[in-house]
């Protein structure tokens, strides 16, 4: 397991900016936090790592929202508005588990489905501006 202390949300979009720039398809990162911890900053930088170039939006409402435009299709994925593995499946998002690119997942801790291969990413706030982001990758 990997900490890394980010001290703005800029710090936290060049943490994914590296991981968009070094990721292969079928990546899938699973972010936890609290609201308002900076999960949807580290997915722009992810995306910006794989050449997005689109503004990247919370997809809380809409569950999903795909960019193709980058080196490889970017999946941002919100399942906040769902409890159970069962509404996950049953709103299709099944397929951004094993993406044809990388995907992002918001509220990752609500699937769990140990064949999936992830990078699981838990963000914690330590106080207004600092927080501690830890991650380990997980599956074949």
Request: proline share 4%.
């Amino acid at each position: 397991m990997a900490t890394y202390i980010s001290h703005s949300p800029e710090e936290t979009q060049a943490l994914g900016e590296s991981w968009g720039r070094d990721a292969a398809a079928g990546l899938v990162i699973g972010v936890s936090g609290d609201l308002g911890a900076g999960k949807t900053q580290l997915a722009k930088g992810v995306a910006r790592g794989l050449g997005v170039v689109e503004r990247v939006h919370s997809p809380t409402f809409t569950l999903v929202n795909q960019y193709l435009g980058g080196r490889l299709p970017f999946f941002h994925v919100d399942l906040y508005r769902l409890e159970t593995p069962e509404q996950i499946i049953a709103a299709g998002l099944e397929e951004y588990f094993q993406p044809a690119g990388v995907s992002v997942i918001e509220w990752a801790e609500r699937w769990t489905d140990p064949k999936v291969r992830f990078r699981r990413v838990v963000i914690e706030t330590v106080n207004e501006t600092e927080r501690r982001i830890t991650y380990e990758d997980f599956g074949s």
